[in-house]
């Protein structure tokens, strides 16, 4: 169709220009954009239905911003709607599209949704496509000179205004990002803090029993053998060797807990098969001592990780199922691994005393053991959290109380550590 501007537009028509150029003034919002040029084009053209599209550069991601009227949202695929971005598309199409050249992407669609005719207006800013404009089954081809004259004056001021609605929706995206980010962030730093604070004081408290320890039967010795009493100083010395030796082990426990996220080993394909027995030959002493059974799942699959760490972590938790096993006549800790939608959930599970529902939470905190009379620094599972947590995972307990067994399970990102 030759577009001729030698005939001055109607005054409704220019009344209709002047009022889609007003309203794109306030619109920020690339929907209520498209919404407000579908519904007044529309209206303007007597066209069946009117499309904006916003163009982009990757291939079949061209997207619908609006239609009137809704219902026909669902005219095409995604994928024809990108050939309509495509710069061969015709501008007018002739009233039937069977006169289009063979195989046009466009014709089969077209067709299929009984077009009959189509106007396409390219909105570019400085060259670059930003979007076009879709008018489908005019009433009145007559009028489509006028038509075509009004929308080719308002194509620059729409196209600007959808780039600067699509740059603010993009600011907006990016500040909401930003702002989860930040939210994401304080909330990891005010959780470091709070563990801060409760290690600083757990710490001081447990080292300083040892040390109290080793300064009181130090000065027991020194009584006894200045009244020459030289016995008891023997059994002091061993007290003293073994406080000074459980400052040692936490000492230790806490290094080892404050490296870890620091210092990882790359990712490598871990056989948690061949990780299990090793880890169950390391602890054949005290499994076989307690005289408890142990069953593995076979075909437990491979995970992504530090092979080390994830060994550390098996080995607190199958220490953790022989230390709290109980009085149970028939012992036994089951190692295996269950799936959950998409997950893989690894669990260690025992029949021993079990953990109150209340504590479930705690018990993965610095020095929180439940059972003050039992052996070890509590910070094994501390350790496992962190391990766990470093690998992208999550871990948690699961016991219904006191005398019903404990299952801990955890899980491991695919791309852990990658």
């Known amino acids: 169709?030759?577009?001729?501007?030698?005939?001055?537009?109607?005054?409704?028509?220019?009344?209709?220009?002047?009022?889609?150029?007003s309203e794109l003034l306030v619109s920020t919002s690339p929907h209520k954009l498209g919404e407000v040029l579908t519904e007044h084009l529309r209206e303007l053209s007597g066209a069946r239905t009117a499309m904006v599209l916003v163009h982009r550069c990757e291939p079949e991601t061209d997207e619908l911003l609006n239609v009137s009227p809704l219902r026909r949202r669902t005219l095409f695929t995604p994928a024809e709607l990108n050939n309509f971005c495509h710069e061969k598309s015709p501008a007018l199409l002739p009233f039937h599209p069977e006169e289009l050249p063979v195989n046009h992407p466009l014709q089969a669609p077209l067709l299929r949704a009984g077009i009959r005719s189509m106007l396409r207006y390219p909105l570019r800013v400085v060259g670059e496509l930003v979007g076009l404009l879709l008018l489908f089954d005019l009433p009145e081809i007559k009028r489509s000179a006028e038509i075509d004259r009004i929308i080719n004056l308002l194509t620059p001021?729409?196209?600007?205004?959808?780039?600067?609605?699509?740059?603010?929706?993009?600011?907006?995206?990016q500040a909401l990002e930003l702002e989860k980010r930040v939210a994401e962030r304080t909330a990891e730093l005010q959780e470091k803090n709070t563990e801060?604070?409760?290690?600083?004081?757990?710490?001081?408290?447990?080292?300083?029993?040892?040390?109290?320890?080793?300064?009181?039967?130090?000065?027991?010795?020194?009584?006894?053998?200045?009244?020459?009493?030289?016995?008891?100083?023997?059994?002091?010395?061993?007290?003293?060797?073994?406080?000074?030796?459980k400052m040692n082990d936490l000492l230790n426990d806490l290094l080892e807990l404050s490296l870890i996220g620091k210092q990882m080993n790359s990712a490598s394909r871990i056989d948690m098969n061949r990780l299990v027995k090793e880890t169950l030959m390391q602890l054949a002493g005290i499994v076989t001592q307690g005289r408890i059974e142990v069953v593995v799942q076979p075909d437990i699959p491979p995970v992504m990780g530090d092979r080390k760490r994830i060994a550390e972590l098996l080995q607190n938790l199958i220490e953790n199922a022989v230390k709290y096993r109980g009085d149970q006549p028939a012992s036994r800790?089951?190692?295996?691994?269950?799936q959950e939608g998409k997950e893989c959930v690894f669990f260690v599970s025992d029949n021993g005393k079990g953990i109150d529902p209340r504590h479930h939470e705690?018990?993965?905190?610095?020095?929180?053991?439940?059972?003050?009379?039992?052996?070890?620094?509590?910070?094994?599972?501390?350790?496992?959290?962190?391990?766990?947590?470093?690998?992208?995972?999550?871990?948690?307990?699961?016991s219904e109380g006191e005398g019903k067994g404990s299952r801990?399970?955890?899980?491991?990102?695919?791309?852990?550590?990658?």
């Open 408 to 418: 801990f399970c955890f899980t491991i990102k695919k791309e852990a550590l990658q």
């Open 157 to 173: 001021p729409i196209a600007l205004a959808l780039k600067n609605a699509l740059a603010f929706r993009q600011i907006e995206q």
């Open 362 to 398: 705690k018990i993965f905190g610095l020095f929180n053991q439940l059972d003050a009379d039992s052996e070890g620094t509590g910070v094994g599972l501390a350790l496992v959290k962190r391990i766990i947590e470093a690998h992208g995972g999550r871990v948690w307990v699961e």
């Open 196 to 245: 801060l604070e409760r290690f600083t004081y757990t710490a001081s408290h447990d080292l300083k029993s040892p040390l109290v320890t080793i300064q009181t039967f130090a000065g027991m010795i020194r009584h006894d053998l200045e009244a020459g009493n030289h016995d008891r100083p023997l059994r002091d010395l061993r007290r003293i060797e073994d406080a000074a030796g």
């Open 1 to 21: 169709m030759k577009r001729s501007e030698s005939q001055p537009l109607s005054p409704a028509a220019q009344l209709m220009a002047i009022e889609i150029i």
């Open 333 to 338: 800790i089951e190692i295996g691994v269950r």
